[in-house]
């Protein structure tokens, strides 16, 4: 099993910057991918930005450009640093991690940003 701890989000103005991190309570190469999801009220759960065990990253369209998704393997962690807030970034950010034993969620933090 694996245990995910989020922390880092919060309230910032349009244009600021926020980073999320999550704690992984096992080595990070050994989960197929780690990344961020997130969901507005009434929407679905989109995926924000992933990044594999080889290091390969994706990102959504919404957030290329703005977002960066890396990683501490001595600390097992994974951090979304998210530049040129934008009032529709406002949601719950959920740390996801996919492995051969299956796909784990952290808690969620909130982000919210003013316009």
């Known amino acids: 099993q694996v245990q995910l701890v989020e922390s880092g989000g919060g309230l910032v103005q349009a244009g600021g910057s926020l980073r999320l991190s999550c704690a992984a309570s096992?080595?990070?190469?050994?989960?197929?991918?780690m990344g961020w999801h997130r969901q507005a009220p009434g929407k679905q759960r989109e995926l924000v930005a992933r990044v594999t065990s080889g290091g390969s990253t994706f990102y959504a369209d919404s957030v290329q450009g703005r977002f960066t998704i890396s990683r501490d393997i001595a600390k097992n962690t994974v951090y979304l640093q998210m530049n040129s807030l934008k009032p529709e970034d406002t949601t719950v950010y959920y740390c996801?991690?996919?492995?051969?034993?299956?796909?784990?969620w952290g808690q969620g933090t909130q982000v919210t940003v003013s316009s």
């Open positions: 996801y991690a996919l492995t051969v034993w299956g796909n784990y």
């Open positions: 096992r080595s990070i190469l050994s989960i197929n991918a």
